[in-house]
């Protein structure tokens, strides 16, 4: 398992990691369905003041413990660092979700070192579910060892997705369910490409694909779905990584089925 630098108080990084995600989880829940605030940044995209407050507070710790490392935050400029040390957080994922009442959302907080991912936690505040794992030690949820589905094939699998803020990659995602249609047990569309993930990561989704994310949108579902004995790639097969745009997120032998049954669609291009 690979070693993790202590902060400057002494605390281990999955502590402050755990500390930080917990805290806005707290915050996130307090004022879930209240009288919050919200900006559009696009169609269906947008951030409210519930984001940027724990967006602060979390950017604020983590920059107290770790003074040396860059933060990389979905709706702040980049703190770089010489480090090679990279904190890269997602205060409220689904936040579409959250403003709309819809009890599908998590805080996503990652730890990198020149762009490998190293550390990563997933948490649903609601249901207090925490989805962590630091590489070469697996992927638990809370207290509990997780693993991947053990499904072998599309016709056999749930199916996660999300639509994202890109229509042409939206449109060719829709054209993929059709073409795979009805040779899957079924579609979710989830809200939250980290909860996405991390149910992957789980089990509880046999596949999880998407087409447009960011670094923070991913990058402790890397580590979560290869730590749990799972394959993560971008649309072409290739490796995924925190800068991959798309991801395909399943065990070897439903990754390798969708691959074979979607080659040639213009999702995949």
Same mark, same amino acid.
């Given at each position: 398992m690979?070693d993790?630098p202590?902060s400057?108080?002494g605390?281990?990084a999955?502590?402050?990691a755990?500390r930080?995600?917990?805290?806005?989880?707290?915050?996130i829940v307090?004022?879930y369905?209240?009288d919050i605030?919200v900006?559009?940044k696009g169609?269906?995209?947008?951030?409210?003041?519930v984001d940027?407050?724990?967006?602060?507070?979390t950017?604020?710790?983590?920059?107290?413990e770790?003074p040396?490392h860059?933060?990389l935050?979905?709706?702040s400029?980049k703190?770089?660092?010489?480090?090679?040390?990279m904190?890269i957080?997602?205060?409220?994922?689904g936040?579409?979700?959250?403003?709309?009442g819809v009890?599908?959302?998590s805080?996503?907080? *990652?730890l990198v070192?020149?762009?490998e991912?190293?550390?990563?936690i997933t948490?649903?505040?609601?249901?207090?579910?925490?989805?962590?794992a630091?590489?070469?030690?697996?992927?638990f949820?809370?207290?509990?060892p997780?693993?991947?589905s053990?499904n072998?094939?599309?016709?056999a699998?749930?199916?996660g997705s999300?639509m994202?803020?890109d229509?042409?990659?939206?449109?060719?995602a829709?054209?993929l369910v059709?073409?795979l249609?009805?040779?899957?047990?079924?579609m979710?569309i989830?809200?939250s490409?980290?909860?996405?993930l991390?149910?992957a990561?789980?089990?509880r989704?046999?596949?999880?694909?998407?087409h447009?994310?960011a670094?923070?949108?991913?990058?402790?579902?890397?580590l979560?779905?290869?730590? *749990?004995g799972g394959?993560?790639?971008?649309?072409?097969?290739?490796? *995924?990584?925190?800068h991959?745009?798309?991801?395909i997120a399943s065990?070897? *032998?439903?990754?390798?089925?969708?691959l074979k049954?979607t080659?040639?669609?213009?999702w995949?291009?």
């Amino acid at each position: 398992m690979v070693d993790l630098p202590n902060s400057r108080n002494g605390m281990k990084a999955l502590d402050v990691a755990i500390r930080a995600a917990k805290e806005a989880g707290r915050i996130i829940v307090e004022r879930y369905r209240s009288d919050i605030k919200v900006q559009h940044k696009g169609r269906g995209n947008i951030v409210t003041d519930v984001d940027l407050l724990v967006e602060r507070e979390t950017i604020a710790f983590l920059r107290e413990e770790y003074p040396t490392h860059g933060i990389l935050s979905e709706e702040s400029v980049k703190e770089e660092s010489s480090s090679g040390y990279m904190w890269i957080v997602d205060p409220l994922d689904g936040t579409r979700n959250y403003a709309s009442g819809v009890p599908m959302f998590s805080v996503n907080l *990652a730890l990198v070192l020149d762009d490998e991912v190293i550390l990563g936690i997933t948490y649903d505040p609601l249901r207090d579910e925490l989805f962590w794992a630091q590489k070469g030690g697996g992927a638990f949820l809370n207290d509990a060892p997780i693993s991947v589905s053990s499904n072998e094939t599309v016709k056999a699998s749930l199916i996660g997705s999300d639509m994202g803020y890109d229509d042409e990659k939206a449109r060719r995602a829709l054209e993929l369910v059709l073409a795979l249609w009805p040779g899957m047990q079924s579609m979710r569309i989830m809200g939250s490409a980290a909860l996405g993930l991390a149910y992957a990561a789980c089990g509880r989704l046999d596949l999880y694909f998407h087409h447009s994310l960011a670094p923070w949108d991913i990058v402790s579902g890397i580590l979560l779905v290869k730590e *749990a004995g799972g394959v993560i790639t971008d649309r072409d097969g290739g490796p *995924a990584g925190i800068h991959s745009s798309g991801v395909i997120a399943s065990n070897k *032998a439903i990754h390798a089925d969708f691959l074979k049954l979607t080659e040639g669609l213009a999702w995949r291009s």
